[in-house]
């Protein structure tokens, strides 16, 4: 109920501002399990796809947003959960990727959509970097759900970093795949081969619905090297 509400309040004011444009929604099932996986460009990209949606999408977003204290910390952890958002721990190593599959696992046993994003973070500059095969491909095995490749398009240029009021001149996209099946890697759960084949041909699905330019590193590798450059040089 709260999410239905939370949609009502954010999410028709965001299409009527925005007016954003769909394209393949009759890929996304009425009803039973779904993995939506999704370029990220934006911080908005996880409200613009569920305003578009009949059905609710449950993403996962940084603990942070959870247990923040005071007030304020209240409410923003009361308004990620009314989004849909599941709070993930991203310590240790492999923190993030455990916590995404069980996440996605519990979401889609349910037959509800999950939602993910294989780059693991946001796009440093509107390219298509190499997605992190430890949860996707791992939800999409443990579950058996189909994958459902998801491309928004615009949605960095709605409120570029560093503005506060975001462009209502920009008209944002969704464009969306057909599913992909991958039953015929079942039991295979444990093979980092098969794991890195299935992430690479959902980005490869993803790449064609963006139209993005693709680069086979990961984005946080591409941030790390732009925080880098940044930096002043010495002497």
């Known amino acids: 109920m709260f999410y239905g509400a939370m949609k009502i309040a954010i999410g028709s004011p965001l ?3 925005f007016r954003p444009w769909v394209e393949g929604l009759e890929h996304v ?3 039973g399990p779904a993995i939506l996986a999704s370029n990220h460009l ?3 990209d996880s409200f613009f ?5 009949d059905r609710k999408v449950t993403f996962i977003a940084k603990e942070e947003y959870f247990n923040s204290p005071g007030v304020k910390g209240r409410l923003t952890a009361a308004f990620f959960k009314g989004v849909g958002q599941l709070p993930v721990d991203r310590s240790g ?6 916590a995404a599959v069980r996440s996605g696992v519990a979401v889609l046993a349910r037959g509800e959509l999950f939602g993910i994003y294989p780059e693991g973070t946001r ?3 509107g390219r298509l970097y190499r997605g992190k095969p430890g949860g996707l491909a791992r939800v999409a095995l443990a579950s058996g759900a189909p994958v459902i490749p998801v491309a928004m398009i615009d949605t960095e240029k709605v409120q570029p970093v ?15 795949g057909k599913p992909l099946d991958f039953s015929r890697y079942a039991g295979m759960e444990a093979d980092r081969f098969i794991l890195r084949s299935i992430t690479d041909e959902v980005m490869y699905e993803i790449m064609k619905l963006s139209g993005q330019e693709y680069v086979d590193i990961y984005a946080t590798a591409a941030k790390r090297l732009l925080a880098e450059s940044a930096k002043p040089s010495a002497g």
């Open 42 to 44: 934006s911080f908005s």
């Open 29 to 31: 099932p009425a009803e």
């Open 123 to 125: 796009s440093p500059d």
């Open 162 to 176: 560093g503005k506060v009021v975001p462009k209502l001149s920009v008209r944002p996209g969704i464009r969306i």
């Open 49 to 53: 796809l569920p305003a578009v949606l």
């Open 15 to 17: 299409k009527a501002a």
């Open 93 to 98: 190593a492999r923190g993030a990727g455990e």
